[in-house]
């Protein structure tokens, strides 16, 4: 799976408006009158400096809900965990995989049958670029 990478805009923040919940039974009449102004980039973004987004290409990550052309919010300030799932430099390239540590070995694992896990060994340069805090996208 291959991303594009992109720095968070500008410094204005922008809000938008926002209903205080959505029902899933039947709606209330005053809920078109009840919101206030959310601004993603508050809930979204802990470190701005530190979060990129990137566009996923692939399908490598599909069964973990990362379908081509979700947006990513990647975090680069957040070390690397066991379990989850990050932005990897390895053998020239960029790609999304879950992180997984087995007593002295780590593995790169996709969320997709059709593929195979990367073993890291210490011949491989591996570079923990981010951890991927949230998803976005279009239904």
Known sequence: MKIEVYAVGS?????????TGISCGFPSPADD???????LDEKLIKDK??????????????????????????????EAYNNCIAVFYINNEFTV?????EKDVI???????KYNPIK???ETELIVWGVVTYVIKKL
Not at 11 to 19: G, L, N, W
Not at 33 to 39: P, V
Not at 97 to 101: H, I, M, N, T, Y
């Open 11 to 19: 410094s204005t923040k922008k809000a938008i408006y926002c209903a």
């Open 107 to 113: 593995y790169l694992c996709p969320e997709n049958e």
């Open 49 to 78: 400096d530190a979060t990129f987004y990137a566009r996923v290409k692939g399908d490598s990550m599909i069964n973990a809900g990362l379908g081509i052309g979700d947006l990513l919010v990647i975090d680069r300030s957040i």
């Open 33 to 39: 009158f009840l919101h206030h102004k959310l601004s």
């Open 97 to 101: 995989k879950r992180l997984l540590k």
């Open 120 to 122: 890291i060994d210490g």
